[in-house]
């Protein structure tokens, strides 16, 4: 069974730091990973959604890497500030049904200004 | 509609009640799944549907949840008879292919129960 774990739970940095968030999964044989972001209260905001054939996908000051054969991915946060404060989330799919989506429990994140 | 709507988005109510979540996903999305998160621990998947079909409902947590999917669109999630337990933040998603797709999250519903 998929097991994905975030290491640490918790994170705060001062703003204009450059950071990485780690995510790894035991089992290397996924379709994709998903790296989500949630506000307080809110629901889940997709970030980045990276194929299995992808090494790294980036949007804005946000890059998401995979390594398959490690199990991990990683989440690199450039110029950080602020509002970059929420948990993040990642998800990996090992197939089959929707049940084959496993999230990880998040990192806490706290840009301090 | 331009997101995931889900309602209502904070449920009071009594042990023993039922109640009714609704999600609203992104049109044209053909997946939809609902999620459990309480409070300090991850997303527990429940349910997905893919058109109107929910193939696995093994994932939900007593037979007092059930939840049906009509017109490719709306879905209801229902819990019968209220637990203290069942207190949670019930999540919905929605993806225009199955899990393969970028998941849209909506705002959640949260539910208390006395």
């Known amino acids: 069974k998929q097991e994905v774990t975030q290491i640490p739970a918790a994170l705060s940095v001062p703003e204009g730091e450059n950071l990485v968030l780690n995510c790894s999964f035991t089992d290397s044989a996924i379709y994709n990973l998903q790296w989500f972001r949630q506000d307080p209260g809110k629901g889940l905001t997709s970030l980045l959604l990276i194929q299995s054939s992808q090494r790294e996908q980036t949007s804005g000051r946000l890059n998401a890497s995979l390594d398959k054969s490690s199990g991990r991915s990683t989440l690199y946060i450039a110029a950080s500030q602020p509002g970059d404060s929420a948990t993040y989330l990642c998800?990996?799919?090992?197939?089959?049904?929707?049940?084959?989506?496993?999230f990880g429990k998040g990192t806490h994140l706290i840009i301090q200004p | 509609g331009a997101g995931v709507s889900q309602s209502p988005s904070n449920k009071v109510t009594e042990k023993g009640k039922d109640v009714e979540l609704r999600c609203d996903p992104i049109?044209?999305?053909?997946?939809l799944y609902w999620y459990r998160q309480s409070l300090g621990q991850g997303l527990e998947f429940l349910i997905y549907?893919?058109?109107?079909?929910?193939?696995?409902k093994s994932g939900l947590p007593s037979d007092r949840f059930s939840a049906e999917r009509t017109g490719g669109s709306v879905s209801t999630l229902t819990i019968q008879r209220t637990q203290q337990e069942d207190s949670a933040v019930y999540l919905c998603a929605s993806s225009l292919v199955l899990v393969t797709g970028e998941l849209f999250f909506g705002e959640g519903s949260r539910l208390t129960v006395l």
């Open positions: 549907f893919q058109g109107n079909s929910a193939p696995d």
């Open positions: 998800a990996a799919y090992s197939g089959g049904g929707a049940d084959g989506l496993t």
């Open positions: 049109s044209g999305h053909t997946a």
